[in-house]
C-alpha cells in the first residue's frame, strides 16, 4: 500500500484487532496458534491488523525471549500466505514503542517485514518535554507513516493535552489517531485539535474500549465543524471478532440509531470491564483477552511472558457471566466451525 492507498482504507472504516500472543502453559510460544489467530481474524473480515502493542505483551522485546521480529515476521507472513494474491487490502500495523533510536529500530524491522504503518507508543518518552515528544514523532514519522497513540494512564499512558494534538496533527505522514484515554474529555480533545488542524485526511479510530459504540455513532461538531470516528484499532476487537466486524459494518449502514444502540454499548462496556478488569485497574486485561480465546480453542493457555500477569480473583466466573449474558456479542459458533482449518491447514 502506498500512502494515499493507506489513507484511503483507513477512512472506510476499519475493525481492527490487536494482535494477542499465543502461549503454551510451559509459557513457550506456539507459532501454530499464532498462526491460527491471524487466520480467524482475517476470515472474520477485518480490515487490519496491529502486531506488537500491548495486546501482543510488551516482554515480547526483553532479550529473555526476543520474540518482537519473529512476531511480526510469522504474522505478516502467514497475512499474505492466508489472503492470496486477489485479497481484498488488508492494514499491516506495527507497534512502535521505545525512545527515538529504539523506536527508528523497529520502524526499519516493521517495514523490512511488510507492515504499512506504525502505531506509536509514546510510553518511553514521558517525561520529555512537548517539543521533544513531537520532534520523536516526527522522525519516526519519516521512517514510517504513524498512527498516534492517545493511550490510557492506566497501563502506561499520560495525559496529552488539547495544543500537544493539534501540533501532532501537522505532522504530515500522521495516517490516523487511535483515541485511547479512556476518557470523554481527553476524546474531544483529539477530534477538536484534528478539526481546528484544518487536515482531512487522518482518519480518527476508537481505542476506547470502554465506550466503544458510542464513539462510533458520534457525529462531533466543533465550531460548526463535523467529525466523526470511522472504525476501531482495538484490544477489545482481538475477541469475537466475527462480531465485531458485524457491528461496525452495522453502525456504517444505519441511517438512524434508536435506544437499542445505547443497549448494545452498555452490554458490551459490561463485557469489556470483565475482559479487561477494569475493577482492578486493568491488572487482568491481557489474561482475560487470553482466556476468552482459550476457551474457544484459539489459543492454548491465558499464560503471559511475565509471569505476575494473571486472572484477578474473580475474573474467570465474570467471565462466565458476560459469555451466558450477552450471546449477541460472541462468535463461539464461527470459530467452532473453522478452528480446525485455522489450527491445521
Known amino acids: 500500500m502506498n500512502l494515499e492507498s493507506i489513507r484511503s482504507h483507513l ?3 476499519q475493525a481492527i484487532p490487536a494482535m ?4 503454551n502453559e510451559d509459557a513457550s510460544w506456539s507459532q501454530q496458534h499464532q498462526r491460527a489467530l491471524v487466520r480467524y481474524y482475517l476470515d472474520a473480515g477485518v480490515g487490519g491488523i496491529a502486531v506488537g502493542v500491548h495486546s501482543t505483551q510488551f516482554e515480547i522485546r526483553d532479550p529473555e525471549h526476543a520474540l518482537f521480529g519473529p512476531v511480526l515476521k510469522l504474522c505478516s507472513e502467514e497475512i499474505d500466505s492466508w489472503l492470496g494474491e486477489n485479497a481484498s487490502p488488508l492494514l499491516k500495523i506495527a507497534g512502535i514503542c521505545g525512545k527515538t533510536q529504539q523506536a527508528l529500530q523497529e520502524s526499519e524491522l516493521a517495514l523490512k517485514n511488510g507492515y504499512h504503518a506504525g502505531l506509536l507508543s509514546m510510553t518511553a518518552m514521558s517525561d520529555s518535554s512537548q517539543d521533544e515528544l513531537l520532534a520523536h514523532c516526527e522522525d519516526i514519522s519519516q521512517k514510517i507513516p504513524i498512527i498516534g497513540f492517545y493511550l490510557q494512564p492506566s497501563v502506561g499512558g499520560h495525559i496529552l493535552p488539547f495544543d500537544f494534538w493539534k501540533r501532532f496533527a501537522e505532522i504530515e505522514n500522521v495516517v490516523a489517531i487511535k483515541i485511547a484515554p479512556f476518557n470523554r474529555y481527553a476524546t474531544n480533545d483529539v477530534v477538536r485539535a484534528v478539526i481546528e488542524s484544518g487536515r482531512e485526511d487522518i482518519a ?7 465506550s466503544i459504540i458510542t464513539d462510533l455513532l458520534t457525529e462531533f461538531e466543533f465550531d460548526s465543524k463535523k467529525q466523526r470516528i470511522v472504525g476501531g484499532l482495538l484490544g477489545q476487537w482481538g475477541v469475537w471478532a466475527k462480531r465485531a466486524v458485524e457491528l461496525l459494518e452495522e453502525i456504517k449502514s444505519t441511517a438512524e440509531f434508536d435506544q437499542t444502540w445505547l443497549t448494545k454499548n452498555a452490554q458490551l462496556t459490561d463485557a469489556n470491564g470483565v475482559i479487561f478488569d477494569a475493577v482492578n485497574s486493568f491488572h487482568g486485561c491481557i ?15 491465558n499464560r503471559c511472558l511475565n509471569p505476575n500477569e ?3 480473583p474473580g475474573q474467570f466466573e465474570e467471565l462466565n457471566r458476560i459469555q451466558n449474558s450477552y450471546p449477541d456479542l460472541i462468535d463461539d459458533d464461527f470459530v467452532s466451525e473453522n478452528l480446525e482449518r485455522w489450527l491445521n491447514e
Open 11 to 13: 477512512f472506510a472504516g
Open 20 to 23: 494477542p500472543l499465543a502461549l
Open 204 to 210: 480518527l479510530y476508537t481505542g476506547n474500549d470502554d
Open 287 to 301: 489474561p482475560g483477552i487470553l482466556e476468552v480465546l482459550r476457551r474457544q480453542g484459539v489459543v492454548p493457555s
Open 310 to 312: 494473571k486472572l484477578s
